[in-house]
């Protein structure tokens, strides 16, 4: 008879939570296997790279794991498994030093007046297209649930930014549909 | 709101936010969170332990027989060429010294598991005694000689890198 693991049985979060934090590492697969899912969805919408998705994924987890006594449960562990991922690829980012959109520069008005005739409206690949922190600040906002302070707090930029480069992002998208629509 | 507007909206809405990676990635995160094994060096210490005591119990068994038809080496050169004494002494020194860099509760744990190795590698020498004409055994002991040589070095290794550990 097979042994069914902690990870494959219906055992509360909780309380996987729980066992985890005293060393049980099949409990901590059933944190994985419950959040990787989510947490590799964020990573990929925010890098746009299924390989850079993967390893960052992975690099939650492996911090998750690593600080486990020091999440309190003031959020959910979805929350916090996604705030860990958001620091891991923004690290990254900033150790990349990308360079912030102004939107008040020539390339911000550009990008709201790109002309995409031509392009599939396929919404994962425009997010994809989208500038780096435009996408950042877009996949939180609209996917993950995130609110323009919190955007503000974890990418370094003040709320108004958050603001702005979200609505780049939207008329980015926006465009495509239109365009869409018009052929 | 525009009609673009709200087929972008319906179209964020429809996006799945959970998104399984095209490969398993739990063995990489559970290689990477997942201590070393404490002790597997010490095991292998143990088990080299067990195959050197065989293999010099052999030796020793086989130099003290009288001449038999199967001779790998004569006699008395194997034993000036392995200096079985001086290397049993040299071997027993360097694990010693390698188990007191044990924690006390990892010692004990050898200490008993070393007992019962060296236990079964008696009963494995006595057993022989009393078929000392095996040739299959001879062989063993030829073999277990060459062992023997890579089994010191493992030791010494070992040795070597639990004291760079602590």
């Known amino acids: ?183 | 709101m525009t009609d673009a507007e709200q087929r972008l909206d319906q179209a964020i809405e429809g996006l799945p936010r959970s998104v399984r990676p095209g490969r398993d990635l739990w063995p990489e995160i559970e290689a990477r969170i997942m201590p070393p094994v404490r002790g597997s060096g010490y095991w292998a210490l143990a088990a080299g332990w067990l195959l050197t005591a065989v293999g010099i119990g052999l030796l020793g068994w086989r130099l003290s027989m009288a001449p038999v038809e199967v001779s790998p080496w004569p006699d008395g050169a194997l034993a000036a060429e392995f200096n079985l004494d001086a290397t049993r002494l040299e071997l027993r020194n360097e694990l010693d010294r390698a188990v007191a860099l044990l924690s006390p509760a990892d010692r004990a744990a050898l200490v008993a598991e070393l007992d019962g190795l060296r236990a079964a590698s008696e009963a494995v020498l006595a057993a022989l005694r009393e078929a000392p004409a095996d040739a299959l055994l001879q062989e063993l002991a030829a073999s277990n000689a060459r062992r023997e040589l890579a089994v010191m070095r493992q030791v010494t290794q070992l040795s070597h890198e639990i004291s760079q550990r602590t």
């Open chain 1, 1 to 183: 008879m097979r042994v069914r693991r902690l990870w494959q049985t219906q055992t509360k979060p909780v309380e996987l939570l729980q066992a985890a934090r005293q060393g049980d590492s099949e409990a901590f697969r059933g944190l994985y296997e419950a959040h990787v899912g989510q947490v590799y969805g964020l990573c990929l919408r925010m890098t746009a790279d299924p390989v850079e998705a993967e390893e960052f994924t992975q690099a939650t987890f492996v911090k998750a794991h690593a600080n486990l006594a020091k999440f309190r449960g003031d959020s959910s562990i979805k929350t916090w498994l996604h705030r860990i991922a958001v620091n891991e690829i923004l690290m990254e980012a900033r150790r990349k030093r990308p360079e912030l959109l102004d939107p008040d520069s020539p390339e911000f008005t550009r990008l709201q007046q790109a002309d995409t005739h031509g392009l599939r409206v396929d919404l994962e690949q425009a997010i994809g297209e989208l500038p780096e922190r435009a996408r950042h600040v877009f996949v939180l906002r609209a996917l993950y649930g995130f609110t323009h302070p919190e955007i503000a707090a974890a990418l370094g930029i003040a709320v108004g930014t958050a603001k702005a480069q979200y609505h780049l992002a939207r008329q980015r998208l926006k465009a495509l549909f239109t365009e869409a629509a018009d052929d």
